[in-house]
């Protein structure tokens, strides 16, 4: 059974750009969530989407925004990009009610 | 509000030694408290998880024990390997809607000597 694929692995930008990182979860699986982890603040959640709706949104601002499309395979966006967005971006998928069990190996995104 | 407390930052063991590592929470509201291993360049595993109807679960070498009343949890890795060299996590969140959304301790890095 294939494990939480992210793509892509490494990102290069400049400041004022924005990205696009993807999440194909586990087969089955309908929850995504996202984590930034820093080595300053640690993970942080980000949002988590259930059946194509956002179920939880964290303290990041509207900059940081994702989806998931109806094959649950999620996106997450950050527009206007910042220095301090530089981070390991993980996302994790899970069953339905249940907590994240797998976490793909995140995309390192860098600000230059 | 940092809402999961962790301790130590890093910890030293001896091959066959018991590795302790302790989080305390401030929720009363959390009912779910997983631990996380994460090697270098991958992301986290779960480890083990346990809910606060009981106080101590075992899988393996890995226990977690719980004090409800003290609101904080524990990880013991018995007979402690240089393999378990990796970074863990505690974690906790909060009722059946909010599965996805944990809340992260800082993290404890485990080195494991030979």
């Known amino acids: 059974k294939a494990g939480v694929t992210q793509t892509p692995r490494y990102l290069i930008k400049t400041r004022g750009q924005q990205v696009t990182l993807s999440c194909s979860p586990i087969?089955?699986?309908?929850?995504v969530s996202w984590y930034q982890q820093t080595p300053g603040q640690g993970l942080q959640f980000l949002f988590e989407?259930?059946?194509?709706?956002?179920?939880n949104k964290g303290n990041f601002p509207g900059r940081f925004s994702g989806r998931q499309f109806s094959n649950s395979r999620s996106e997450m966006n950050v527009s206007t990009l910042e220095l301090g967005d530089s981070a390991l971006y993980l996302c994790?998928?899970?069953?339905?009610?249940?907590?994240?069990?797998?976490f793909g190996d995140g995309t390192r995104l860098s600000i230059l | 509000q940092q809402q999961v407390k962790q301790s130590p930052q890093s910890l030293i063991v001896q091959k066959g030694g018991i590795s302790i590592i302790n989080c305390a929470y401030e929720?009363?509201?959390?009912?779910?408290f997983p631990w996380y291993q994460q090697f270098p360049g991958k992301g986290p595993a779960l480890l083990i998880a346990?809910?606060?109807?009981?106080s101590e679960k075992k899988e393996g070498r890995f226990t977690i024990s719980f004090n409800k009343s003290a609101k904080q949890f524990s990880l013991h890795i018995m007979d402690s390997q240089p393999g378990d060299s990796a970074t863990y996590f505690c974690?906790?969140?909060?009722?059946?809607?909010?599965?996805?959304?944990?809340?992260f301790g800082q993290g404890t890095t485990l080195q494991v000597k030979p």
């Open positions: 994790a998928s899970s069953n339905t009610g249940a907590p994240p069990q797998h």
């Open positions: 087969s089955g699986h309908r929850s």
């Open positions: 989407y259930f059946s194509e709706t956002q179920r």
């Open positions: 929720n009363t509201a959390f009912d779910y």
């Open positions: 346990i809910r606060p109807d009981v």
């Open positions: 974690a906790a969140s909060k009722g059946s809607s909010n599965t996805g959304k944990l809340i």
